[in-house]
């Protein structure tokens, strides 16, 4: 009987999205953040959540959806052991890169390298053809942290720590698996992008379709968030793409300011296919500038140094980046092996 009337709260939210053209209507901030509490509290049945997103999937979700879901997920999360540690940045990684290596790797262990504490975590799909950045850290041999101890310790002595979305929560990454299911991915991606799971003082996030960044920042707004960078990076991954345009998206001291950014690279340097992860390990210590990698790694650095600095100009966050660049431990990835 308990579990029928727990199904039935949530089968409002189900009818409500699917009534047909004229009966539909998009969720309020209340009612997202009720329906996805119910969700992450083990109240709803697969059918009934696997419906859901994919209605909301269909017409794409709104910004009041997205704050009512991210307010459940956080609030979620804060019933979980806190770290012993102060993140200053979380760096979701959720997409993956296509054709070409995760730079923005380069440029987050670069600022860990000058003492700002960073937490990255993304979910690896299988079959997919793309590369995650999970894979190159295990390769790489840096940890993926199992634990939140594992986590602070990364923090204290690195201050740099991956974690997988399974080991951030279950609930949260068995609802992105629901993509094995469906064939699509879910409302689910921008949620473990907005969520900031550790509390950090500033986030970063990368999308890929077009109105996503305008959607992060309309939704960070209505959360009070205190700094989030959001911009369409390479592949949806917060990675500047150093040979396109790209407009910087920043909520911070409670404004929302755009910046647009020329591209850097005039020709197409990326080099298509070659994903040997020696020219990530190669570049790092200076063995061998790579063509592409040089400018995506210090835009990318630029952007975020621009957003934990409080610095607006593009040439200002360039200066910054280059001096982070140049303070990095060349041997950081040889003493991890």
């Known amino acids: 009987m308990s579990s029928t009337i727990r199904s039935n709260d949530f089968t409002q939210y189900v009818k409500i999205l699917g009534r047909g053209k004229k009966g539909a209507r998009s969720l309020t901030v209340d009612e997202a953040e009720h329906a996805m509490g119910l969700m992450l509290s083990g109240q709803v049945a697969p059918e009934q959540s696997g419906a859901f997103w994919m209605l909301i999937r269909i017409r794409e979700e709104t910004v009041d959806e997205t704050v009512g879901f991210t307010k459940a997920t956080r609030r979620y999360l804060s019933q979980k052991k806190p770290l012993s540690i ?7 990684a959720y997409a993956g890169k296509r054709n070409e290596l995760p730079w923005f790797l380069l440029a987050a262990v670069a600022l860990a390298n000058i003492g700002t504490k960073i937490v990255m975590h993304g979910h690896t799909f ?31 002595t690195r201050c740099f720590a ?18 094995y299911v469906l064939g699509l991915r879910s409302p689910v991606n921008t949620v473990v992008r907005m969520m900031n799971p550790f509390f950090a003082a500033h986030s970063v996030h990368g ?17 009070g968030d205190a700094s989030v960078l959001v911009f369409r990076g390479g592949n949806g991954e917060a990675e500047v793409n150093p040979e396109r345009d790209v407009t910087l998206g920043k909520w911070q001291q409670g404004m929302a300011s755009w910046s647009n950014w020329p591209k850097a690279e005039q020709e197409h340097k990326r080099l298509k296919d070659n994903v040997d992860l020696s ?14 990698g040089q400018q995506a790694v210090r835009q ?7 957003l934990l600095y409080g610095v607006t100009s593009h040439e200002e966050c360039l200066v910054l980046a280059d001096s982070i660049w140049l303070k990095r431990d060349k041997a950081y990835f040889d003493s991890q092996i």
């Open 300 to 306: 990318t650095i630029a952007s975020v140094a621009g």
């Open 207 to 223: 999308v890929f379709h077009r109105g996503y960044d305008e959607l992060h920042l309309s939704a960070c707004e209505q959360l």
């Open 86 to 92: 102060k993140v200053d940045l979380d760096w979701p």
């Open 162 to 179: 991956y974690m997988p979305l399974g080991k951030v929560d279950e609930t949260l990454a068995s609802m992105m698996d629901l993509k």
């Open 279 to 292: 020219r990530l390990t190669d570049h790092w210590r200076g063995d061998q500038l790579d063509p592409f």
């Open 126 to 156: 299988e079959g997919e053809n793309r590369l995650y950045v999970e894979e190159v850290i295990e390769q790489l041999g840096l940890q993926v942290c199992q634990s939140r101890e594992q986590l602070s310790q990364m923090l204290e």
